[in-house]
T-cell receptor, first 114, second 111 residues
């Protein structure tokens, strides 16, 4: 079945560490997105990529980095510069050019600073 | 930036009743979408309404859009305990495909 796989489901980070969250899709979607969700809140956009080897900052990109070397993969690195990284991270994808289609979401990674 | 404001923040109803959630937004849009999120899970796309549409149905879901008031509503009819979840509206504008999400409405349906 086609879908988006996020791993790991739970991740613990020590102060000063960089961690990388994985997002893989087999939907042949062009566009991929990373969102952050804090408890009781909506989603805020971190980074997005509409095509391989290109990505754009979202509203809260500081302290995060991404790469898009393959169409299927869009990993997110939470760097030590992100001072409050504890949150639920959601990856999504969409077929580019399909303006009237919704996103497909992964099941999320819950990151906790210890 | 949060485009959408959702109302109410929380809603508790009995099984069989209808649930109505409202969403307001600030800028012009291409379309507005509704998503559902079960606790601790990813979001699931429910329905999309284009800016030139006023009403759309899908099963027990009915969505309306009033672009003059920059608002939308989601009606779930004959609710079930399994409808218990958070519901988010999201707006799409421009050519980037970015969605801007509201804060969500938490729905509890009591059996």
């Amino acid at each position: 079945d086609g879908g988006i796989t996020q791993s790991p489901k739970y991740l613990f980070r020590k102060e000063g560490q960089n961690v990388t969250l994985s997002c893989e899709q087999n939907l042949n979607h062009d566009a991929m997105y990373w969102y952050r969700q804090d408890p009781g809140q909506g989603l805020r956009l971190i980074y997005y990529s509409q095509i391989v080897n290109d990505f754009q900052k979202g509203d809260i990109a500081e302290g995060y980095s991404v790469s898009r070397e393959k169409k299927e993969s869009f990993p997110l690195t939470v760097t030590s510069a992100q001072k409050n990284p504890t949150a639920f991270y959601l990856c999504a994808s969409k077929k580019e050019g399909a303006r009237d289609y919704g996103y497909t979401f992964g099941s999320g990674t819950r990151l906790t600073v210890v | 930036s949060q485009q959408g404001e959702e109302d109410p923040q929380a809603l508790s109803i009995q099984e069989g009743e209808n649930a109505t959630m409202n969403c307001s937004y600030k800028t012009s849009i291409n379309n507005l979408q509704w998503y559902r999120q079960n606790s601790g899970r990813g979001l699931v796309h429910l329905i999309l309404i284009r800016s030139n549409e006023r009403e759309k149905h899908s099963g027990r879901l009915r969505v309306t859009l009033d672009t003059s008031k920059k608002s939308s509503s989601l009606l779930i009819t004959a609710s079930r305990a399994a409808d218990t979840a958070s519901y988010f509206c999201a707006t799409a504008s421009g050519n980037t495909g970015k969605l801007i999400f509201g804060q969500g409405t938490t729905l509890q349906v009591k059996p």
